[in-house]
């Protein structure tokens, strides 16, 4: 399976982002950029601001027209 992680914050989002991918290789799983496709997303975000919160919202509703299918409950 794929996966692509999107991360938004500072650098300890991002640390923890390269472990989460880490994680997922050893799992199996192949990371992937967004503009590739995957069977999951990560979204690594921090709420600490409302900048953050605001920019998370916005990807998660541009992945979901993008990706429609990815959303629908089967």
Same mark, same amino acid.
């Given at each position: 399976?794929?996966?692509?992680? $999107?991360?938004? /914050?500072?650098?300890?989002? !991002? ?8 994680? @997922?290789?050893?799992? /199996? @799983?192949? +990371?992937?950029?967004?503009?590739? /496709?995957?069977?999951?997303? +990560?979204?690594?975000?921090?709420? +600490?601001?409302? @900048? /953050? ?11 979901? !027209?993008? $990706?429609? #299918?990815? @959303? !629908? #409950?089967?």
């Amino acid at each position: 399976m794929r996966v692509c992680f $999107y991360t938004l /914050g500072c650098k300890v989002n !991002q640390n923890e982002t390269g472990a989460l991918a880490q994680l @997922f290789e050893q799992n /199996g @799983f192949t +990371v992937v950029e967004e503009k590739d /496709g995957a069977d999951v997303y +990560v979204v690594n975000s921090c709420t +600490v601001t409302n @900048f /953050g919160d605001q920019k998370s919202r916005k990807w998660l509703r541009r992945a979901k !027209q993008q $990706y429609e #299918k990815i @959303f !629908q #409950k089967e």
